[in-house]
């Protein structure tokens, strides 16, 4: 396997929150849903979804599927995931 | 903290708002300790209304009516489920929520240094917790959760002192992100600058919208002495704990004390690291090492106490598992002569003084430097507040140091952590009696009322303290604010070349981008004007400003400019007046630089004869 088949966190930052009655995290779901192969349940990948004061979610993906996130409507950006330091 | 609050004018008697009780200040960081005194909840009334957020209680952790909630993020499933609270296992989480909004605590100290009463900045305020980080660092995506619940949870601000390794662009920070959508519902982020310098632009946390704050002094050194056997007293820097009650011991070189069964010769154990000392020559002596350290290779090798010599900066300080004093290069040349030319040399270490430091203050030289690497023409840091050497509430379950087993409520140390949760305080005690503020008027009100500060204890200036040092009884005050709501921030972003597409997502209004906003990033109604061009260049910039009354009713501003050789500095008009709270009043002003190869800072002030509302201008060589 080569390394963009590794699955890292990413977060995916979509902005304000969608009007009306959305279900955000059935919306992360289901983005999730069209880029993961069949194989992959969407629930194991998915470790947040960012829905109380603006939308996104973070997620662990590999750079093909984050790629791919990155094309769609709706998505402001597509980071890896750091680690932040005390100062 | 027992001194830097009374520093900076904002003593124990300064007007408190009625509704401080109501100020709840959002703690993103390692957690709490909440057995700590400065978390008493005594005396507190219920917790507030508008109060939607939860406590993530169990056996060990409980709420009060002063720790309103508190809640973990740890998506890696890697944390034992028994720590997996909100309780502090670093100390760091509460040393910030004390210094920002900790209760009054009398004769708190550090083994008696630094005694005092110890406080923050709005003692009234509950404490909401959002631990964040944890033994391995802090992660993107539970900063982004914390975010997340601290803003809809009903939090009045946002107190954050963590940063990247790297700087980044805006919507790829999740630091940024969680402080733009705290800003859009009315809640400053106060974020700690870093602690990579002095390097220029080593900044990490630079968004507009947020307040970045640098590290500066406090009018207290910390001093401790060595005597040696022939009598002559050397001082040195340090946080030295312990009392040798004056008793002289052995003292030796680490030069002469290699652990040769170890392969170590005596060009290693001059350094004193670890392992590298001859536990028998060594113990039950002092030991002088050549460089310094956190004080390990000593105190494994059984030594009594060592003395450094650094050619470091001195300008904070650290307490230690052992008596220890850092001197000077020529300090400890003459030391080390005396260890290595006298028969029987002997010397002890004295319990560390505090002295006054009438240098005070200036930006400690980690404290991370301007200019903004992702827009140079916006000023940061914005403001400078005490990071050096404070002592505040600590976590119970650490010890002092990691190679002692001491337990302390309050320990001393040194960061942006540290001067972030002084402006957090301060923005917060503004926030009491202004509570329908925005962030950027708040953020407005520390920069304008900020002390002035020199550059000539700041080689980098306005890049090292912003604004300068706050004020936060003034800032209660400022008289006029620049204000700033999420469509001047979309502005920004459309100059600072951000996509219709990107925008569309991140703004309810229907604005797009036009030639007049796109690059004029400096047209965002910042409280500060900064001009880049390449070096050599002279340039001309115009700078559009509009200004609220929030002083005297009536009330006429003059403009009042200070502009050093090389600056030529317009405003149009130069007299506002006013004739309503609440006005807003437009103005140009006009900068012309002769940068050459380095930076040249000026400043604006309008003043009505009652406020000062003073802003940096700063041109330079990008």
Same mark, same amino acid.
């Given at each position: 396997? !080569?390394? /963009? $088949?590794?699955?890292?966190?990413?977060?995916? +930052?979509? !902005?304000n929150l969608p009007?009306?009655?959305?279900?955000?995290?059935?919306?992360?779901?289901?983005?999730?849903?069209?880029? *993961?192969?069949?194989?992959?349940?969407?629930?194991?990948?998915?470790? +947040?979804s960012y829905h109380r004061s603006f939308n996104g979610f973070a997620a662990k993906l590999t750079e093909d599927e984050a790629a791919k996130l990155r094309e769609k409507d709706g998505v402001v950006s597509v980071f890896r995931s750091q680690k932040k330091q005390l100062h | 903290?027992?001194? /830097?609050?009374?520093?900076?004018?904002?003593? =124990? =008697?300064?007007?408190?708002?009625?509704?401080?009780?109501?100020?709840?200040?959002?703690?993103?960081?390692?957690?709490? #300790?909440?057995?700590?005194?400065?978390?008493?909840?005594?005396?507190?009334?219920?917790?507030? =209304? =508008? #109060?939607?957020?939860?406590?993530?209680?169990?056996?060990?952790?409980?709420?009060?009516?002063?720790?309103?909630g508190a809640k973990s993020y740890r998506a890696k499933g890697d944390i034992p489920s028994d720590y997996k609270s909100p309780r502090d296992y670093e100390g760091h989480g509460t040393h910030t929520s004390s210094t920002a909004a900790g209760g009054l605590v009398s004769k708190a100290s550090l083994y008696g240094i630094a005694k005092g009463t110890a406080r923050g900045g709005v003692p009234s305020s509950r404490i909401a917790v959002y631990k964040i980080c944890w033994g391995d660092g802090c992660y993107d995506e539970d900063i982004l959760a914390a975010f997340d619940d601290a803003i809809a949870d009903g939090v009045d601000i946002i107190s954050l002192s963590v940063g990247s390794f790297s700087q980044l662009e805006y919507f790829d920070d999740t630091i940024a992100i969680g402080a733009f959508h705290s800003m859009k519902n009315g809640v400053l982020t106060s974020n700690s600058a870093g602690n990579s310098g002095p390097i220029l632009s080593s900044i990490t946390n630079f968004s507009p919208w947020s307040l970045s704050v640098a590290a500066s002094t406090i009018d207290r050194k910390f001093i401790t002495k060595v005597k040696l056997g022939n009598g002559k007293i050397y001082e040195g820097t340090s946080i030295n704990t312990f009392d040798l009650k004056g008793k002289m011991y052995p003292f030796i070189a680490g030069a002469a004390a290699p652990s040769t069964s170890q392969g170590y010769t005596s060009e290693d154990s001059r350094f004193c690291g670890p392992g590298t000392l001859?536990?028998?020559?060594?113990?039950?002596?002092?030991?002088?090492?050549? +460089?310094?350290?956190?004080?390990?290779?000593p105190a494994e090798a059984g030594a009594i106490g060592a003395v450094f010599q650094s050619g470091g900066y001195k300008d904070y300080v650290f307490p230690y598992s052992l008596p220890l004093s850092n001197l000077n290069l020529d300090d400890g040349r003459n030391v080390l002569n005396y260890v290595n030319t006298t028969e029987n040399p002997i010397a002890t270490i004295f319990k560390t003084n505090v002295e006054d430091d009438q240098f005070a203050p200036f930006v400690v030289s980690f404290s991370s430097r301007g200019p903004n690497p992702a827009t140079p023409d916006i000023l940061k840091p $914005?403001?400078?507040?005490?990071?050096?050497?404070? *002592?505040?509430?600590?976590?119970?379950?650490?010890?002092?140091?990691? $190679?002692?087993?001491?337990i302390v409520p309050y320990n001393i140390i040194s960061g942006t952590s540290m001067s972030c949760p002084h402006a957090t305080g301060a923005a917060a005690y503004v926030k009491s009696f202004h509570p329908t503020w925005s962030p950027a008027a708040i953020k407005s009100a520390l920069m304008t009322t900020a002390f002035p500060m020199s550059s000539k204890n700041n080689l980098e200036a306005e890049f090292a303290y912003g604004a300068g040092h706050i004020n936060p009884a003034q800032a209660a005050q400022p008289g006029l604010v620049y204000d700033a709501g999420e469509i001047d921030y979309v502005k920004f972003l459309c100059g600072q070349g951000y996509t219709p597409k990107q925008l569309k997502l991140i703004t309810e209004s229907n604005f797009t981008c036009s030639e007049e906003t796109d690059g004029a990033v400096w047209d965002l109604n910042y409280p500060s004007f900064t001009l880049s061009a390449s070096p050599g260049n002279s340039i001309t910039r115009v700078f559009h400003r509009t200004v609220t009354n929030v002083g005297s009713p009536v009330s006429t501003y003059k403009a009042v400019v200070n502009a050093p050789p090389g600056l030529i500095i317009q405003v149009q008009p130069s007299v506002l007046s006013f004739k309503s709270l609440g006005q807003k009043l437009t103005f140009v002003v006009t900068v012309g630089a002769e940068i050459g190869n380095s930076m040249i800072s000026g400043s604006l002030i309008w003043d009505d004869g009652v406020h000062q509302v003073r802003s940096p201008i700063v041109a330079y060589a990008s």
């Open positions: 396997h !080569g390394s /963009s $088949d590794k699955r890292q966190v990413y977060i995916i +930052y979509m !902005g009007k009306g009655k959305v279900s955000t995290t059935s919306l992360h779901t289901s983005m999730l849903h069209e880029v *993961l192969p069949s194989s992959t349940v969407g629930s194991e990948v998915l470790l +947040y | 903290t027992t001194r /830097s609050w009374d520093f900076m004018g904002f003593n =124990k =008697k300064v007007k408190r708002s009625i509704i401080e009780s109501d100020i709840i200040v959002g703690m993103l960081d390692t957690g709490i #300790w909440p057995e700590s005194q400065s978390f008493n909840d005594t005396g507190l009334g219920p917790i507030p =209304k =508008k #109060w939607k957020g939860t406590c993530q209680s169990s056996a060990n952790f409980t709420c009060n009516r002063k720790i309103i001859n536990e028998t020559l060594v113990k039950g002596k002092i030991v002088f090492c050549d +460089y310094d350290s956190d004080g390990t290779g $914005d403001v400078t507040a005490p990071g050096v050497d404070i *002592l505040a509430a600590w976590s119970e379950a650490v010890p002092l140091t990691e $190679d002692d087993t001491r």
